[in-house]
């Protein structure tokens, strides 16, 4: 099929990127599991290398299944490319790769998903980079934390560990204004819910770990890239803008145009870090992503339906779920996040960090793990597990308090759902 823009995302989530195997006629996208591929003499092999050529050389670089699972993302949230990779993790070193060099920093979100604030504030330091935390919804805190070694700003759309959700237009405006890309995690929102680069972000990344895959099966990343922007104009991307050695100094934003960054990832980024995503991995997140948009729906109707009987529950103190009445990003969500504010949320227990942890021993149908965006709920009392190693202060900021758990919410039927907090919220407050 070909990708035309009047495809509908309902059409778009099931066949863009794909087409039936060439080879068998194969309806669905076949699992190429192969390292290499042959090529057809020797000047088709040279062309490949010398980047003048687009094929398959080998499978740390690009694979066909793979190439599918890229092209139905970038489709997806309106980009022009899509590189994927191991993990979410992945995806962010990867993002960050072309854009940084030791000195330089990344200005980002207080909100962020807490193994991407300990790589962002620990990690990152082993490459000469670092990260600048700051509160998103300060513009003008944004302004002042930019400095002319400043490379991007990161945020995350729907933002961890729930209950807020970004202005993506405000904070792209102060980028643009610095000249710098806006990066933009959108796992927790996926394209159905939001579409970042329409908002003005620069790249978009992805943990498809988690609701574009949908059930929990197999790691992924992924980095989508707008094409719009001029990564020559100004001298702070010399890996896009400036001649490449390990290529016969070939300009990739010359060369490549709005494909630069795409070209670039998979050209430096897969072939020397090597977090390459797998075919059978691909495999498994386009088949999730053929159910994106419904199961999106379902966990989107059913957090509505459980946040409002949490709020109204007198064993609960307070529900942070943006979807909610209640909530003071409420608005935005209206203007922003039209089709839903996801289904990732928080919620405090009365009798504090015991009650949490008796109401997670409790639950039948929610499972206790460190994880989110999976077709089942899952719950996780940060204080005890993820967050245990932060001081009580810490874990306050963190929206990770003693008496707080965090669910995501899958898509069984609420009443189902609503009945196993009963009966465990019954046991956590005798
Ligand atoms: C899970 C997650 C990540 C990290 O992704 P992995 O696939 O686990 O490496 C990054 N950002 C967000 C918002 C996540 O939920």
Redo the contacts with the bound molecule.
């Keep these: 099929m070909s990708d035309g823009p009047t495809y509908g995302f309902d059409t778009l989530q099931i066949h863009a990127g794909a087409r039936p195997d060439p080879a068998t006629g194969a309806r669905q996208t076949p699992i190429y599991q192969t390292t290499a591929y042959v090529f057809r003499d020797a000047d088709h092999a040279a062309a490949l290398f010398n980047l003048q050529e687009v094929g398959f050389i080998y499978s740390r670089l690009t694979n066909p299944t793979v190439a599918v699972l890229q092209e139905r993302i970038a489709t997806l949230e309106g980009g022009v490319g899509a590189v994927c990779c ?7 070193i990867m993002a960050l790769f072309p854009l940084m060099g030791p000195g330089c920093n990344v200005v980002a979100s207080t909100r ?2 807490g ?2 604030v300990t790589q962002f504030s620990q990690t990152i330091k082993r490459f000469g980079w670092s990260a600048k935390f700051v509160d998103t919804d300060d513009l003008d805190a944004v302004k002042d934390a930019i400095d002319e070694n400043t490379r991007a700003v990161f945020c ?1 759309s729907i ?2 560990p729930g209950g807020y959700v970004t202005d993506i237009r405000a904070l792209a405006d102060v980028a643009d204004a610095a000249g710098i890309p806006l990066i933009v ?1 959108n ?2 929102a996926t394209p159905y819910l939001c579409r970042p680069i329409e908002q003005g972000a620069t790249l978009v ?6 609701y574009l895959t949908g059930n929990g099966t197999v ?3 992924c980095i989508v890239d707008s094409g719009k922007f001029d990564w020559s104009a100004n001298d702070k991307f010399p890996s896009l803008s400036e001649p490449e050695a390990a290529y016969h100094g070939l300009k990739f934003h010359e060369t490549f145009g709005p494909l630069a960054f795409t070209f670039h990832g998979i050209a430096i980024g897969l072939r020397d870090l090597g977090m390459t995503m797998n075919p059978q991995a691909a495999h498994y997140t386009l088949l999730g992503i053929e159910t994106l948009s419904l199961r999106m729906e379902r966990h989107v109707e059913n957090a509505r339906k459980i946040a409002a009987w949490l709020e109204a529950d007198d064993r609960v103190d307070y529900v942070t779920y943006a979807g909610l009445p209640s909530s003071p990003y409420h608005d935005r969500v209206q203007a922003q996040y039209k089709k839903g504010a996801g289904a990732l949320f928080t919620f405090a227990v009365k009798g504090g960090y015991d009650a949490c942890v008796k109401l997670v021993n409790s639950l039948e149908i929610f499972s206790h793990v460190a ?3 999976d077709a089942r709920s899952l719950i996780i009392h940060s204080a005890s597990t993820t967050h245990r190693q932060l001081t009580p202060e810490q874990q306050e900021a963190a929206g990770a308090g003693p008496n707080v758990v965090r669910v995501s919410i899958g898509i069984e039927d609420a009443d189902d759902l609503i009945a196993d907090l009963d009966q465990a919220l019954a046991k956590a407050s005798a």
């Design positions: 191991s993990s979410g993790h992945a995806a962010q962020l998903y193994g991407t995350e933002a961890n995690d796992t927790s990344v992805h943990s498809t770990t988690k790691t992924g990343g994880n989110l965006g």
